[in-house]
């Protein structure tokens, strides 16, 4: 079995792939008339022409009188001209019809009440001076919309102004999701290890939404040839279009394609992108097969490169483009030749430049999506770009949005989500974005210009001090502030009543407990690595000091899955696992940003909710904080 | 009843009154739990933190096999390892549950079957290589979205691979929409003279659905104080926010002031803005109570203005700005000082520039915002713009619509909506913007790079001949390029069956016929005064010459209305009312081009579809038309 799976997918260029995609899809649109009122966002399946004119009479322009207007063709202030009610003229408000003995309108304004029914004018009205004509805004006959129109709300009014209650709009696509995997169970289940849950359904399902398809979730179906057969079969007759999800590659139970083949033709079969490469475009029964890889990043992408633009050519509209945003790389981005790399980045506004810092490259992280501000394409003739140079970013939020976002670098705390959550409170548009690199790699994102604030925990063996000294090594000439934030405890985080007692660092060597650890340039590292040194215990006699985790929680996952393991970190995390915490030490942990930053309104802005009374009630309620944002700044290098 | 009125409004800056309206906002949030499934667009009531790990036990990345990286450590292209199924290797496919005994994953195209269930590697597996740990994408505890955060497919993949199946968002606020006046009637129903239907509702329903909100149109209301009370009472129980529309300024049926005056506080009564001065903001039992202009276009700006940050602020979203474009003003643009000038406009990229011509000012003209490409606003401290000046619009289409809009200029035929609707068929993101501004207003565009195309069909009363001597006298110079289009009919529009037998000019003269006339420069207009002085008649003689139609349909809608009235069109205008034509003249309507685009992709598409077969035959078919774009186009000025 595993000797016979085709390894090799292909490696065609995406543009191509496209094309013959578009090329094999027959369309059938079908035309079906909708209220009006219910049209909202729907694509006009034919022009449309008005029914009736707009206005239907001649209208009153403003309040005033209907006259005649060769009876007052001598008024002047001189000579004012009576007017008598009923005979000579009518009141009319603003849309009042003109009755036909008259032929124009003088504003209310501009007359004089004489007496009962009498009223004079010191100036001449022209003909049909304020008076709006029949079919002034919308002419019988008139072409108001093309076909291939997204109805908007001025058009739903427009339609309803010509006469239409309804209009003829074009059937949605039906788009079947056919999940597919022995591992994938559906959300309501309880899950097991080795067990997904369905949720790419549910992101194919929104994307084919806002498309303006009509999506449809289909069962899950196991890894079996004739059960995919089946289902293929059943949703090519029913569907415009069928999305197969997972076993689109090339693995011992990625049938997807060979079963297309059998039942109908593959056109495509691996493209020269990554991620999101093993893509299959084929046909069964005459309806176009898309097979989207497993993974959440490649399959994104996937529906992005081939299912929006079917959507769009099947309604007969222009493929919606993401906003553009030249932006500078942050930090080098490599790339292979020969296929397209989609790298997922942060991007900020700093010292006025907006830096794009890429996200992790693995297409199984879904967060990496939620958390990306835009996506920057490298093409296959390029082998990457380099730090500081200018590449163009395709955006997922609006660039306001990325405007007021700071920029956080450096090592995790709870708390900086809380602080992002208050400060959104006060002004909605603002939010911190947050790298977790650890402190070291904070301090290193000032240097280079790529974050607004690094949270730091950094403890220097020599003096026992926090922050002050890494600050005044690494950032050389740099005005920067370190901003007093938090006292907070550090300690062992241990399972529940801490079976294995552990106390000291040398109980970790003793009792051949494995150690979770950090990463390299982590506070907490820093503090493990002094503990041992002090304790003259060497990394090797720690088992799992090798292996790196990312974030405090991460570590308390860990520990939580395994009784016999132990990490270092805060009390929060613990907390949030419902693991025991056994206190080490009390460290500083504060934010060192531009000084330029700090006297900047969003600088303001974040200074006083760290200042607010209830951010400070809210994180010290957590257990294991002190906040001391009362404390003065510290001011490095000042010019 | 007149003279008690308040005629004036206030004129108080927009951004005053926008600050004074979210400040008197009392905003009441509720939360509800939705299913994520239907969440798309939803926007989160408080932070969002997982429920469980993604993944949620360590998982092989890759098909390959799980073995224990120690065991590994020697095996060298000169030393391969073996190793055994079952005691010293798995077999994993992407996804599984690395079981408890491996800590590493080998790829399977890194192993060489020796026998059943005996393999060989030839490279050392490091530990932990291959497998996603427990939380790499989603750690337990994480917080996955902020507050106040809409949720996109994406979000809702990440909150199932979370753990939830429901998502808590702000319950969407509640937006009562009342129309008002005697004169508004119901879709449904029979219109009448006088009568205006219902759209605005409808407008505002679709507007506040776009930005979150959950709209609910009301029955209509009279214009009587207290019907006026007595719905503004029970909406503001019910409502978060009450639409009043119409009844806002200071007319005589003006009430809605002085009722939210009694009935509760008004903080605004006007503002400095053209269109959209008589708004009213107030607040009726804790409610704000919004009065909206009847005119659509201040209606939708002042629900822009308002409605739209008032419902952003309720959900705690930044106000989504629309897509700005520096454009260069085509026109001159007169602005009165004090008052902010909204000013729609088409906008089209002629000669690599983005050149925006305004529409009508009129606010009563809903075409205006349908066909509006966007928006400039004149401040109050300008008297206008100057032709040829920098200015930002606001966009209603995305730019690469725009830029591949052709914009038209000149005489107003029916084929020129066919010819837009073929192009767009045949490329979804092409199509033509049609000004009608007359065949000599159409040569001046082309002449100040306006517009790509103008559709003219100027008779020369020396020569008899159509557009030549025309383009020769005010396109001197100029590299352009006159396409034949087409041979169409002039005659007399008028009532079914002729009953005032028109057949000569003289017969207008003769019968005292009110005459339908077109607006200076258009060549309907040209061929009019040419036949009149070929008769000797003087234009005194003929009744309406004075007044001006825009388009050959308005002209029709005239003389539909009016048994007695006459007008001179074109066959298809005549029968698109079902009137009587009577053949004159037929004449050369043809398009004028710049060389530049006559010779750019989209001229070549242009001229394509022009010369298809099925649009000929389409045109043909409207009777009055013979199509001509087998002649050859005449080049002028070639350098």
């Known amino acids: 079995m595993v000797l016979k799976r085709k390894i090799y997918l292909e490696d065609k260029p995406r543009d191509i792939a496209l094309k013959e995609c578009l090329e094999h899809f027959e369309v059938n649109r079908v035309t079906e008339e909708v209220r009006v009122s219910e049209a909202l966002g729907r694509i006009t399946a034919q022009p449309i022409y008005a029914n009736r004119s707009m206005p239907h009479y001649h209208a009153s322009a403003m309040d005033g009188i209907a006259v005649r207007a060769e009876m007052t063709i001598d008024a002047h202030e001189n000579n004012p001209v009576h007017l008598h009610e009923g005979t000579e003229f009518v009141y009319v408000d603003t849309g009042n019809a003109i009755p036909p003995e008259y032929d124009a309108v003088i504003m209310i304004e501009d007359i004089n009440i004489v007496s009962e029914g009498v009223i004079e004018i010191i100036a001449p009205a022209t003909p049909w001076q304020r008076i709006r004509p029949i079919g002034e805004d919308i002419t019988y006959g008139e072409m108001l919309l093309p076909q291939g129109h997204e109805l908007r709300p001025v058009d739903m009014g427009a339609l309803l102004a010509a006469g239409m209650k309804a209009v003829p709009v074009i059937k949605q696509p039906l788009v079947h999701i056919i999940p597919s995997g022995n591992e994938i169970v559906p959300v309501e289940e309880n899950i097991q290890p080795g067990k997904i849950i369905e949720f790419n359904g549910t992101i194919f399902s929104g994307l084919v939404t806002e498309w303006g398809g009509q999506p449809e979730i289909q069962p899950i179906v196991k890894d079996e040839p004739e059960a995919i057969k089946e289902a293929l079969l059943k949703s090519s007759e029913a569907a415009d279009v069928v999305i197969i999800n997972a076993g689109s590659s090339a693995g011992s139970k990625d049938y997807t394609a060979s079963v297309i083949e059998e039942i109908g033709e593959v056109f495509t079969h691996g493209i020269a992108t990554r991620p999101g490469k093993p893509v299959i475009i084929g046909k069964v029964n005459g309806t176009m097969v898309i097979g989207v890889p497993g993974y959440p990043v490649s399959a994104f992408l996937v529906m992005d490169w081939f299912v929006k633009p079917m959507l769009a050519y099947f309604l007969g509209i222009p493929v919606k483009e993401r906003q553009k945003l030249p932006v500078i790389a942050g930090r080098r981005i490599v ?73 956080f670098s450096g090592s995790h705390d709870l708390c900086i989500d809380v602080l992002s959550t208050f400060l959104k409170e006060e002004n909605h548009s603002s939010k911190i974005t947050a790298s977790h690199t650890g402190s070291m790699a904070g301090l290193m994102a000032i240097k280079r210009g790529e974050a607004h604030i690094a949270g730091v925990h ?71 690595d002094y503990l041992l040194s002090k304790e003259g215990v060497l990394p090797e006699e720690i088992i799992g000091y090798d292996r790196e985790m990312f974030t405090h929680l991460a570590v308390s996952a860990e520990v939580n899955m395994h009784q016999d393991h132990a990490g270092m970190g805060i009390y929060s995390a613990a907390k949030a696992m419902n693991l025991d915490f056994v206190p080490v030490a009390e460290e500083s942990y504060d934010l060192i940003m531009e000084k330029d930053f700090y006297e900047s309104d969003k600088g303001k802005k974040l200074i006083e909710v760290m200042k607010n009374k209830r951010f400070k009630r809210t994180v010290e309620e957590f257990g294991g904080y002190e906040v001391c944002t009362d404390k003065d700044p510290v001011f490095f290098n000042q010019k």
Chains 1, 2 share one sequence.
């Open 458 to 528: 950094l403890l220097d063996p020599e003096t026992g001090e926090y922050n002050i000294s890494y600050v005044e090594r690494f950032l050389k000439d740099r005005e920067v502030v370190l901003v007093p934030f938090l006292k907070r405890k550090q300690g062992w985080i241990v399972a529940k009543n801490n079976p294995l007692n552990i106390q000291l660092v040398t109980d970790l060597k003793e009792k051949g407990v494995t150690f979770v650890n950090r990463q390299r340039g982590a506070g907490t590292r820093i503090l493990f």
């Open 335 to 407: 790339s292979n030749m020969g296929s397209e790399d989609f790298i997922r980045v942060n991007i900020g506004k700093v010292n006025g430049k907006y830096i794009a810092n890429p996200l992790t490259r693995s297409s199984s992280v879904t967060m990496s999506l939620v958390k990306a501000d835009g996506i920057v394409v490298i093409p296959p003739e390029h082998l990457g770009v380099e730090q500081g140079n200018l590449i163009e970013a395709e955006l997922f939020r609006p660039v306001e949005e990325i405007e007021s976002t700071i920029l």
